[in-house]
């Protein structure tokens, strides 16, 4: 194809997704204003699922769960691109559009993402111009990005529904990514209601962690001599970790930010089990493990210091994003020809963490930001600021930048996967976790 063919391919999908503008911005709407938590979005799994067979497409259903795999098919099969939204919201339960029921709420802008998402699939299948590529999009939606609920998620591991946390973890278990040459999605981008687009952003790996506390109850009033106060180690634990702070580098990027989900059970009573959850974030899996013995370190000496028992139980969390160069330029070319150059800038290190990242250990992948929402990030005043900014226009770019990936026999997503270099394969992957769990 010449440039000309490929820029016209380019407009067509363009113009396609501003036809179905209507559409797309009403099933972000209708998202929003249904939000589920992860492993349990079994509405807006219908939803999407419903939407992509209306464009033709056949739903694949069930994974992890709640997740989809639609795939459209081109001329030929010379490449594999993926397309990815998140089914899950985040608890935010002050947010106004809260669930009053969970507490879940689309505070972080997931709704937008599967708005884009479909966005992109009415562009390349309504337009005629996926038919006219050379290769396969794999149209993705995703459960559970978000890391909330431990406890909850701890009980389908019990059961065996799940192995990992996060949805793209699961993903990864089952394969969906194998054989894939890139993979893409957008991500909200708060307090930014205007026209920007950041790329080229990295953010932290981290892992997750239950921490029990056993004491031994007693009367609090008239015999606390006879209990061991769990809470009382859960304090000095985290005190612990408050003082090894000034010992993690600023290039490290560490964060430990543990909530107590279980203080005891009544006033009255010594308290004889206390659970704590936290994460240990950091630029690099290096530095997270080892900011994670410090924080083991301290979490046990506040059991030892008043004669309790302390059980830490490792999860496998995230890991960084390991941003694909050449296929973030790739968008922000897409991107600046829609909202201009000035306005598409590089992307920060955010300390935040995704299960993206763990995708971008394996295959070429990007997740730049996009405005068009006000408010804070999991707050109560989140929000669709501008609609085709945050629906319309991630899409179109997303969608833009496919048909260069897939045009021309797929040389453009053949010569980014040729010159990635995974850190890991799915198999060392999972081997890596497997080590972490049984404390290798």
């Known amino acids: 194809m010449t440039d000309k063919q490929l820029t016209t391919l380019k407009k067509r999908v ?5 036809a179905a503008s209507a559409d797309v911005i009403a099933l972000g709407e209708d998202i929003f204003a249904h939000p589920e938590l992860g492993y349990k979005e079994q ?54 559009h809260a669930d009053p029921l969970t507490g879940a709420a689309h505070a972080c802008g997931h709704h937008a993402q599967l708005a884009a998402l479909y966005g992109v699939a009415c562009g390349l299948v309504t337009s005629g111009v996926l038919a006219e590529l050379d290769g396969e999009v794999h149209f993705l939606a995703v459960p559970a990005e978000e890391f909330v609920e431990l406890g909850y998620r701890q009980r389908l591991m019990e059961e065996g529904k799940i192995d990992f946390f996060g949805g793209k973890q699961e993903f990864i278990k089952a394969g969906v990514f194998d054989g894939l040459d890139a993979a893409m999605m957008v991500h909200a981008q708060a307090q930014e209601p205007g026209r920007k687009a950041y790329v080229g952003g990295t953010c932290n790996g981290f892992v997750g962690k239950i921490v029990t506390y056993e004491g031994r109850a007693a009367h609090a009033g008239a015999a606390p ?24 580098r600023d290039e490290d990027s560490i964060r430990v930010h543990p909530i107590i989900t279980k203080g005891g059970d009544l006033v009255n009573i010594v308290p004889a089990e206390v659970i704590v959850e936290t994460y240990v974030r950091g630029r690099t899996m290096e530095a997270v493990f080892d900011a994670n013995k410090k924080v083991n370190r301290a979490l046990e000496g506040g059991a030892y210091a008043i004669g309790a028992k302390c059980h830490i139980q490792e999860i496998p969390g995230y890991l960084p994003l390991n941003d694909c160069g050449s296929l973030s330029q790739l968008f922000a070319t897409n991107m600046a020809h829609l909202i201009g150059t000035d306005n598409v800038l590089p992307a920060p290190h955010l300390a935040g963490s995704s299960d993206v990242g763990d995708v971008s250990q394996l295959i070429p992948t990007i997740q730049p930001s996009v405005g068009g929402f006000s408010g804070v990030a999991h707050g109560k005043d989140f929000c669709v600021a501008d609609a085709e900014m945050a629906y319309i226009i991630p899409a179109q770019a997303m969608a833009m930048t496919v048909v260069d990936l897939l045009y021309n026999e797929a040389s453009l997503a053949r010569t980014i996967k040729k010159e990635f270099r995974a850190p890991l394969t799915r198999n060392s992957y999972l081997k890596m976790w497997a080590d972490f769990r049984a404390g290798n």
């Open 43 to 96: 509405r807006t799994s219908d939803v999407m699922a419903a939407k992509f067979k209306e464009l033709g497409l056949e739903p694949e259903r069930g994974l992890a769960g709640t997740g989809i795999r639609a795939i459209g098919s081109g001329r030929q099969t010379a490449a594999r691109v993926a397309v990815m939204g998140e089914l899950d919201a985040v608890v935010s339960p002050l947010h106004q």
């Open 14 to 18: 363009v113009e396609a997704i501003t």
């Open 225 to 248: 001599h006879e209990g061991i106060n769990a809470l009382n180690a859960a304090m000095l634990g985290l005190m612990g970790i408050h003082a090894q702070r000034e010992t993690f």
